[in-house]
């Protein structure tokens, strides 16, 4: 090969060779194997890193409750956001190529809207998270040599939702939810969802998969839905109080329903999608064209989402007078305040696993009172606005 004669003489060579002599014929083999392992491994595509990412985050392993499922369970979520974002844009590319440049104008493009169509921060946001985890796994994994997502430029903060319904708007979108007729694209089962995590606090996902098996003492004094840890968000089983409309709500659903979950897809014995009651919202569209309009635009309401009644529940139990510690209890929160009283971070994590069933139940039912008053007035508005748009 090429070399320096002033810097790599002779004699420099037959010492190298020497020095492989004394290493023997096999231990200078398994030397170049090594090498050119690590020019393989560092020669893997950002689209061959991706798909062992997910293969390795969707794998079933035994979880603390002794159930096999994936290492990751949110894995799909970080999937869409590995292949949508960083696939699409740089996954032909050689992994250990990838600079800390390019990650940064990725970001830069989906803030603009240049990626997507869409500005989004938050869209950023996952993208550098999902990206950074798996570049640290990378990096483990000996493909690439150093981590491209590290010290990139802040991005700008993003402003949390303060949708929350007024009393009219409970009360239109209540009783428009009983308009069957303005309603047909709609299940009813998915209405009552809907009503239901306006009722009781609990996350789409907490909510929607409920098994017949984990409602408790339903016809009895008291009645409450445990919801097991796979399905909450923090990984900790909730024991959720169902005031009396709660019940009413359950009872409904289960009318005529022969199926094993509250919430049963009308297709299978599964519960619906976790998206539908997000979908039944704000309608079906395709290619920027309403196909199905979705239950705000029916009603004439300004557009929110399910977690935006666990928003306004929250604001009636807190008008209402309840502690805030009780309110986040109800949330599944963890509350770090009751009062002016500090309570130690170690208190709740270790020593206090009670779940204060008699503040939520009292949360619970008072919200639900505050709701049977609103909705005990009628709502004229909805009718015209549906006949309206029913001629239209």
Known sequence: GLYNPETFTVEDARSKVYGLKGMGGDAVAETFRDRRERQVKRGKTVAEIIEERIDWMKMPIRKADGEMRPRLESWENTASHLRRFIGSKLGRKIAADVTRGDIQALSDDIVAGRHSGKPSVSNARHMRKAASGMFRWALRREYITANPCSDLEP????????????????????????????????????????????????????????????????????????????????????????????????????????????????????????????DALRGDKRKGKVRTPGICQLLGLKPFTPHDLRRTAATLAGDLGFDDAWIAKCLDHAASKKGEQIVPTVTGKVYNHSKRMKEKRAVLDGVAAELRRIIAEPAPEVSAKADLRLVA
């Open 155 to 278: 991005l700008d903060p993003e402003h949390p939702r303060t949708r929350v319904l007024s009393e009219d708007e409970i009360r239109i979108f209540w009783h428009g939810l009983d308009r069957d007729d303005l309603m047909a694209s709609w299940d009813r089962r998915t209405r009552l969802a809907l009503k239901l995590e306006l009722v009781t606090m609990l996350r789409t996902a907490e909510l929607l998969g409920a098994h017949r098996s984990e409602l408790i003492d339903l016809d009895g004094e008291q009645p409450r839905l445990d919801v097991p840890l796979k399905r909450v968000k923090k990984r900790r089983v909730i024991q959720q109080p169902l005031p009396s409309l709660a019940v009413e709500i359950v009872k409904e659903a289960l009318k005529g329903n022969n199926k094993d979950f509250v919430f049963a897809s009308p297709l299978d014995n599964k519960p619906m999608r976790r998206k539908a009651m997000a």
